[in-house]
């Protein structure tokens, strides 16, 4: 079974322009989550979508958006990028039972932004 | 909002010895405490999780134990290998929402052969 994947691996823009990530989840996921994992800190939540719909999003301004489609699959958009914005940029998806959930990451993209 | 803490931020170990990683959290009601390992330049994994109702979960080599009434909870190596090396990451959350973890800034764990 194929894990999750991400595109690209390492993307390298400049200051003001955009950023697209894309997530493919496990076959049967619906839910994908966005985390962004600055050097040397733990993952910061992004976005959660789930059947299409994005049901919650952390505490990131609003250039950060994304979407899911109808696969299931889903992009993370940054708009304006910043400096600070250099970080990996991890996806997972997610297996719910009937004890609750768990998340499965993919590899991460690793954006630089000069 | 939920805070988790995590300590140590480096261990070093020597291969054999035993490796402890402590996690407090704020949260009373989260529920759900996984533990995920990162290798250099690959993703995380889960390697062990516990929920509120257990005190303790062991599997093979890594345990993990939780004091609710405290807040916090430990991950546990015994007989620790180089491959263990990595970095180590605790989380807090609800158990039905998982994804929505509140993560500890993560344990770089060395094993020295």
Do not use: M
């Not at chain 1, 990530?21 to 040397?40: E, F, K, N």
């Not at chain 1, 733990?42 to 959660?48: C, P, V």
């Not at chain 2, 929505?100 to 052969?113: A, H, N, Q, R």
Request: one cysteine or more; a neutral charge; hydrophobic letters at 30%.
């Amino acid at each position: 079974e194929a894990g999750v994947t991400q595109s690209p691996t390492h993307l390298i823009k400049t200051r003001g322009q955009q950023a697209t990530l894309r997530c493919s989840p496990i076959s049967g996921h619906t839910s994908v989550y966005w985390y962004q994992q600055a050097l040397g800190l733990g993952l910061q939540f992004l976005l959660w979508y789930d059947e299409g719909e994005e049901r919650n999003r952390g505490n990131f301004p609003p250039r950060f958006s994304g979407r899911q489609f109808p696969n299931y699959s889903s992009e993370l958009n940054v708009n304006a990028l910043e400096l600070e914005d250099s970080a990996l940029y991890l996806c997972a998806s997610s297996l719910r039972d009937r004890l609750g959930e768990k998340l499965f990451f993919g590899s991460g993209t690793q954006l630089s932004v000069l | 909002g939920e805070n988790v803490e995590q300590h140590p931020s480096t261990l070093s170990v020597q291969e054999g010895d035993s490796a402890v990683i402590k996690c407090t959290y704020s949260d009373s009601a989260s529920n759900y405490f996984p533990w995920y390992k990162q290798e250099l330049g690959k993703r995380p994994q889960l390697i062990i999780d516990i929920r509120s109702n257990v005190g303790e979960k062991k599997d093979q080599r890594i345990a993990v134990t939780l004091n609710k009434t405290a807040k916090h909870f430990s991950l546990h190596i015994t007989e620790t290998q180089p491959e263990d090396s990595a970095v180590y990451f605790c989380a807090a959350s609800i158990s039905s929402n998982a994804g929505k973890s509140t993560f500890g800034d993560g344990t770089t764990l060395t094993v020295k052969p």
